[in-house]
């Protein structure tokens, strides 16, 4: 809680030398969520990392796993109420995330209310610019691309594109577990807490901790409690772009890493 506060602090306004300096600080640390020209470009020392996707999960070419997670928050003006309350009937934010095989945050977006798809949220975001030569793990929620692989759902056991989606899964868990640590250390972004702040307010809290939550995990700063967050796979919505490719993709690397 004492950190949560600090991080709360460092939004406040300018109104003296030291919250400006606080504020400085804020703007240098919110580097550590790379909202760079490319946030997902690594140094060579960077692709054991990358490497511990395909040993933990044995799925190939994946650098981030990607799913959204909701952050309840106190109902905001009436005009506005209708976009933040989402499936489960309560007001959220839908939180976007990427991670890697370290659950550290690789990109986060929390500009969009409960009511918005996980997949409008993922093509209204900066990053979704990026994705075009590169692969991310995303649940059946997101539209199938060539580089945002998604499950084969209700395949026959035994058979490669049912090995693909097990190797898919294994290796997407990795965002549930990082939810997990994240709303472990972090109390306020579970459910039953609520953020009691404007949604703008409440947006920049949730990009707070996740700062803090990547600082914890490099200065490897043990987390005793892991929050089991409620698992919420919204349906696909269409999205006819690309997907024929997405298709094609998909099957190559069934043919190529699950056919026996």
């Given at each position: ?252 690397v069934i043919q190529w890493y699950f056919t026996n």
């Amino acid at each position: 809680m004492e950190i949560f506060m600090a991080a709360a602090l460092i939004l406040e306004e300018e109104d003296d030398e030291e919250t400006f300096e606080r504020n400085q600080i804020m703007r240098v640390t919110r580097m550590l969520l790379r909202d760079a020209l490319d946030p997902f470009s690594v140094s060579d020392s960077q692709f054991r990392k990358l490497y511990r996707f395909f040993r933990n999960g044995g799925f190939p070419g994946v650098i981030g796993a990607i799913d959204g997670t909701h952050v309840a928050i106190f109902p905001p003006e009436i005009e506005r109420e209708h976009l933040f309350i989402n499936r489960k009937l309560y007001h959220s934010l839908n939180i976007l995330v990427i991670c890697d095989s370290n659950c550290e945050i690789l990109a986060v977006n929390s500009a969009h209310g409960g009511r918005t798809h996980d997949a409008r949220v993922l093509r209204s975001s900066r990053v979704f610019t990026h994705l075009e030569q590169r692969h991310r793990e995303g649940d059946s929620a997101y539209p199938l691309l060539p580089y945002l692989l998604t499950p084969k759902l209700n395949q026959v056991e035994g058979t490669p594109g049912a090995r693909y989606t097990d190797h898919h899964v294994r290796t997407r868990v990795t965002i549930e577990r990082c939810f997990g640590i994240l709303k472990g250390r972090w109390r306020c972004l579970r459910k039953e807490r609520a953020l009691h702040y404007s949604p703008q307010f409440a947006a920049l809290i949730v990009n707070a901790c996740c700062i803090l939550h990547n600082m914890a995990i490099r200065w490897r700063i043990p987390n005793d409690e892991r929050y089991l967050d409620e698992i919420d796979i919204e349906p696909p919505i269409p999205y006819n772009i690309a997907e024929e490719t997405g298709e094609q993709t998909q099957t190559r690397v069934i043919q190529w890493y699950f056919t026996n």
